[in-house]
């Protein structure tokens, strides 16, 4: 199932973390989650040329990496506590793909720790994540 939202698409098979505008999805597999940006992040962002991360233990919250594009230069966070055991470097090394599809271009693997840490900016289903997303577009466009 895919929700769409001014053009912009988020598959319901995942949760995004929304902590101050963080922008990035979460979709489980086997013992890890694979984590990347979602569609509005990278529609804000712009033509991406340049991605870089840390693999290292994180804490949700915590900076993992940077990226930047033709319209800046930013951070990205760790929706989830745990430890980065891989990389994509095909998207490290070829950032546009986030926006061709950020879906299919995931770019941290990580194994979680047990605790619960930051799931309260974790959201999921189709209501949360269109209010999310209309909220969003709307503060971007100077509404709120």
Request: proline share 4%; with cysteine.
């Amino acid at each position: 199932m895919l929700l769409e939202v001014k053009g912009m698409k988020f598959p319901l098979d995942r949760r995004y973390y929304i902590k101050d505008g963080a922008h990035m999805w979460l979709k489980p597999e086997g013992n890890l989650v694979k984590i990347g940006m979602d569609a509005f992040a990278a529609e804000m962002a712009g033509s991406l040329t340049f991605l870089n991360v840390s693999k290292r233990q994180a804490k949700s919250g915590e900076a993992i990496g940077s990226f930047e594009s033709a319209k800046f230069v930013s951070r990205f966070y760790s929706p989830i506590s745990g430890e980065i055991v891989t990389v994509n470097d095909k998207v490290l090394s070829n950032p546009q793909k986030i926006n061709d599809n950020p879906y299919n271009s995931w770019i941290v693997a990580m194994k979680p720790d047990n605790n619960e840490d930051g799931c309260e900016y974790i959201i999921e289903g189709k209501d949360e994540i269109s209010n999310w997303i209309s909220k969003e577009i709307k503060r971007m466009e100077g509404g709120e």
